[in-house]
């Protein structure tokens, strides 16, 4: 079992920044990848950033240049610094993670989602 908790959603307006974090917490003996993703209303959930234990990033390719992601592996958090926000970035921003239990089954999780608003 592994518990992700999201924090650091809320309103803002276009060029405002936010910060999302995100804790895992549970029977974890490995994180592998930790991401975020979005789900805009009528859309489909889509891939923002992931980033892998040994520190490497993707990024989709609209946020590029505006969006950080990191993560702290001794804590088992990762952060998604959102600057330059824009109307469109507006979606339910879920945490992901996938790793290693305990016990050595493999486990992939989400978090429950923190809404981001961006006002034009």
């Known amino acids: 079992q592994v518990d992700l908790v999201e924090s650091g959603g809320g309103l803002v307006r276009a060029g405002e920044s936010l910060r999302l974090s995100c804790a895992a917490s549970?029977?974890?003996?490995?994180?592998?990848?930790m991401g975020w993703y979005r789900e805009a209303p009528g859309k489909e959930r889509e891939l923002v950033a992931t980033?892998?234990?040994?520190?490497?990033?993707d990024y989709a390719d609209s946020v590029k240049g505006r969006f950080t992601i990191s993560r702290d592996n001794a804590k088992n958090t990762v952060h998604l610094q959102m600057n330059s926000l824009k109307p469109e970035d507006t979606a339910l921003y879920y945490c992901n993670a996938n790793g290693v239990l305990a016990w050595a089954a493999p486990f992939e999780y989400w978090g429950q989602g923190t809404q981001v608003t961006v006002s034009s």
């Open positions: 549970g029977s974890i003996a490995r994180i592998n990848t």
């Open positions: 980033i892998t234990s040994g520190g490497s990033a």
